[in-house]
């Protein structure tokens, strides 16, 4: 089976591919929602230790 | 003093909730009002075509049943909760559960038995034949006893929530989702003119299930919410 | 073993174990994942009745699972918060609710895809399809009640008892195809002899490797999740300042 053969997913090119593409996106965005809610979360509390800091 | 039995506690707050419900008489018949004005938009914007009109009716009646329910439920704890009402019931000593069936049971009968007497008026207005018009009433009161005890969780858990009636739109709707379809399905079946027995006992099963535990997620709520 | 046990519970403990212990699910994660990928779209055979089309099977089945594997762990987490009130638990609840969501739009996006070429049809109302819509929501429901609640406690038990309450649509979904006659067609995964292991395996590495993904996503959004609920200064300084 040759590379174009293999794009066509015999015919079923159209459904195959965005569903495959859509589940990867999905984990992809998912780790990086992650990670930036953690560099968040320590940036917020960083702030918020140095607020506390200086008002005391 | 004599402590007060369950079915005498019972009887008292069911008492109760429905004198309040009947001094603030708007809050019965907005349920009613908004039923029957949503229904009414329906031939208006669609077609008054009595044979579309009946393929759609039962998705019609029932959801605008249920919206209208769903409208009075953020009220079923709201007024007892700022009053401080609940607390007192929360601290009473009467197992908590069977104050929320209670409840319940006063929300159901204020708010969802006039839509089951409504309905046959609504039902034929969309050109529903008379034969289904029990049909339509069994399953609408059915449907609307396992909006009042399921709806009871959402409202408990909202509480005193900003924006609490979207946020208990989002939480009960898609509980009663399953009711809707078997609802929905036996009011059509009544159209067509076959048995809707299945749908209906399946409906049955889903109060009698909602009936059971709904006040034991609803006591769990009103503990968590009062807090 | 309860020392061992109440030192990972705590916050500054937890955040570095489970910093330590992410790379352990990620890497293995991302292998299987790219097996399951290469297995399900080159090596696995064509189906019979399905031809290549079939090939969605190998990341809608799996999504499927993890959807309800998710659940079944937040509702876990959300229990035993609400019973022996461990912060940890509801904090578990809380990372998972994302996770599962987004899984189960997974599942519901890739079977639409799915069943308008086999089945004629982007959707039907049919029990699984409608029970695993209403999980979506049950996911949603949560995250909305708990940034509704402001107080953090209470915001963490109320969503603890919503999660609660939907744990009985889970059986709903897995067994709608056993109990009801539907369009969705019926177990092929658990039942055996249903399927040659050749067709199965890159769903098993799919679905293992997402299970590792959740574990690694997780414990980042625990992470975060531990950073935001911490109150005492000290560690929480020495943690920023590495």
Known sequence: MNVSEFLDMGGYAAFVWPAFGLVMSVLVYNIWSARSAHAEARRAAARRLQMEETHS | MQSTGLLRAGALLYARDLKLAFRRWEQVTQPVVFFLMVTTLFPLALSPDTAQLREVAAGIVWVAALLSALLALEFMFRSDYEDGTLEQLVLSGQPLWWLSLVKAMAHWTVSGLPLVVASPLVAASLAVPAAAQPTVMVSLLLGTGILSFLGAVGAGLTLGVRRGSVLLSLLVLPLTMPALIFGARAVDMAIMGDSSRGPLLLLAAMFILSLTLGPFATSAALKVSME | ?242
């Open chain 3, 1 to 242: 073993m309860w020392t061992w046990f109440h030192k990972l519970a705590s916050p500054p403990h937890f955040y570095r174990i489970a910093g330590k212990v992410i790379p352990w699910f990620s890497w293995p994660a991302l292998i299987l994942i790219l097996l399951g990928l290469y297995g399900g779209l080159v090596v696995a055979p064509m189906d019979y009745q399905q031809g290549e089309g079939f090939r969605i099977f190998y990341v809608h089945v799996p999504s499927a699972i993890m959807s309800m594997f998710v659940y079944s762990n937040m509702a876990i987490a959300a229990g035993i918060g609400l019973i022996w009130r461990m912060k940890l638990a509801h904090a578990v609840a809380a990372a998972s609710a994302p996770i599962g969501a987004w899984f189960t739009f997974c599942a519901l996006a890739t079977g639409s895809i799915w069943g308008k070429p086999m089945w004629g049809t982007w959707w039907v109302w049919d029990a699984r399809l409608t029970s695993e819509l209403i999980l979506l929501f049950l996911y949603l429901g949560f995250i909305a009640l708990r940034s509704s609640i402001e107080d953090p406690q209470r915001a963490d038990r109320a969503a603890a008892v919503l999660a609660l309450v939907g744990v009985i649509n889970l059986p709903i979904i897995h067994y709608s195809v056993v109990w009801w006659n539907s369009l969705h067609q019926g177990s092929t995964m658990f039942k055996s002899g249903a399927m040659s292991i050749e067709m199965k395996w890159p769903a098993l590495a799919m679905l293992f490797g997402f299970m590792l993904y959740f574990g690694a996503v997780l414990f980042v959004r625990l992470r975060a999740e531990v950073i935001r609920r911490e109150r005492n200064a000290t560690w929480l300084k020495q943690e920023l300042a590495r």
